[in-house]
């Protein structure tokens, strides 16, 4: 749903609707979760890609592959939105998704930026 947002600029209401009504029956719980991780990386956007231009060394958010950003978006709302999943298991299954649809060289790319980014997440804030 990302990538298709990023390339029609359609509303997330209008995307939601498009892509469900061409796939076959999913799960509610496994609908449930995508729609969770759209609408985060949907309301969130400006402070994920933030987070993504900060760790994705010498490399433009509108420069990426338009896969990878959005590959990116996603396991970064699920890192920010989903606290209880471990940041291993988000950053595997953003690898497994980058092998399957992404060039090769664009795996280890997205495994920098999400390692990068857990580990600033994991760190405490700092108090003042």
Not at 1 to 27: C, I, N, Y
Not at 42 to 65: C, F, G, K, N
Not at 76 to 96: C, D, R, W
Not at 104 to 115: I, M, R, Y
Request: charged share 25%; glycine share 4%; aromatic share 8%.
């Amino acid at each position: 749903m990302l990538f298709q947002s990023d390339m029609g600029k359609h509303s997330p209401a209008e995307l939601r609707q498009t892509f469900w009504s061409h796939r076959d029956p999913v799960e509610t719980e496994v609908r449930d979760f995508a729609d969770d991780i759209f609408r985060l990386a949907t309301e969130r956007m400006p402070e994920i890609d933030a987070l993504i231009q900060q760790h994705a060394q010498h490399w433009r958010m509108e420069r990426m592959p338009a896969v990878d950003r959005n590959l990116l978006r996603a396991a970064v709302a699920e890192l920010l939105g989903f606290p209880q999943t471990p940041h291993a298991v988000v950053i595997n299954e953003a690898l497994e998704i980058a092998r399957k649809f992404s060039a090769p060289e664009s795996v280890q790319f997205v495994n920098g930026v999400l390692d990068s980014i857990a580990r600033g997440l994991a760190k405490p804030a700092s108090r003042e």
